[in-house]
């Protein structure tokens, strides 16, 4: 489970975090409220501040970091079950997650839709009006204002996160939890859908319930600081090192027929 503290390193600032968060900095969108940014019945008030934000947000101004690479690599490792993530930038994709192993569970830029007609809209022409400081409307009767499909407070999930909740939460050998409050519900629920004896695991930098001592469960680990520094860590201990730099381009000493397959302990593969 992901959120915008892996994407942080990448430039793109969170939500919360005290000073860089968005929350913080939303001042020159003089929006009333600092979720009203996200906030669908707003957007139908006042549809700028949103296109002012998705105008810097748009995927292709940032690239994927150390940790959507991680993702990447237990894809290839053939441990990842899936990555549910909130993050709306793009960045798993871009790192080469396949879609078949994505939950973006706050919707994506990759496609667009009329907010009052529903109707799906050319994503392009879309994304081009608001990077010109236009707003794009629909051609229904309406005139609906055209929106990527990033999910708002106030909208629906999209049906995978439904369709794939139970089975991938519960069929679940080992959660990882990264970069996020845990805040947003129904994503931060999710934590509670894996087995009792799951073992969950926090890379965040700071504890975030059901984490804290109060809380946490006795399989659970807790893993505070900057998520780079973490995933490095994990990747040492797991024996990975030689294959996260082959990944990432940075090696090519290593013989590549030994990477990448799975190891002894992966006994199922689970789609
Ligand atoms: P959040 O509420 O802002 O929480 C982010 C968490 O990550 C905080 O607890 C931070 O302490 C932690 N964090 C930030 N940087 C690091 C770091 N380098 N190392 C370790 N921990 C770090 O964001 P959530 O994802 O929990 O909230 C859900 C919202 C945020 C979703 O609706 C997203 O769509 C939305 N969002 C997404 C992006 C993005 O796509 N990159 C950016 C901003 C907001």
């Not at 799906?120 to 990077?131: A, E, G, H, N, S």
Request: proline share 7%.
């Amino acid at each position: 489970m992901a959120g915008a503290g892996i994407s942080t390193s990448s430039g793109i600032p969170d939500f919360r975090t005290p000073g860089t968060g968005l929350y913080d900095n939303l001042k020159k969108y003089k929006i009333p409220y600092p979720t009203a940014i996200f906030d669908i019945d707003y957007f139908h008030i006042n549809p700028k501040p949103f296109f002012c934000l998705a105008k810097e947000l748009y995927p292709g101004n940032f690239k994927p970091n150390y940790v959507h690479f991680f993702l990447k690599l237990l894809e290839n490792k053939g441990v990842l079950l899936r990555n549910w993530t909130q993050n709306i930038d793009g960045l798993e994709r871009m790192a080469g997650v396949s879609g078949s192993k994505l939950v973006e569970a706050h919707g994506t830029f990759a496609t667009a839709s009329c907010v009052r007609c529903s109707r799906m809209q050319d994503p392009t022409r879309v994304k081009r009006l608001i990077i010109e400081d236009k707003i794009p409307r629909c051609d229904c009767l309406k005139r609906g204002v055209c929106k990527p499909d990033i999910v708002f407070f106030g909208e629906d999930l999209p049906p995978r996160f439904y369709s794939l909740k139970r089975r991938d939460f519960m069929n679940c050998d080992l959660l990882l939890v990264m970069g996020t409050s845990l805040e947003v519900e129904p994503f931060s629920g999710l934590v509670n859908d894996v087995r009792f004896s799951t073992p969950r695991v926090l890379f965040n930098r700071d504890v975030v319930e059901p984490f804290t001592k109060r809380m946490r469960r006795p399989t659970d680990v807790v893993c505070p600081g900057d998520i780079t520094e973490s995933v490095k860590k994990l990747i040492e201990l797991a024996g990975w090192t030689k294959d996260m730099e082959l990944l990432l381009g940075e090696t090519t000493t290593v013989d590549e027929k030994s990477l990448f397959k799975k190891p002894a302990w992966i006994y199922k593969e689970k789609t």
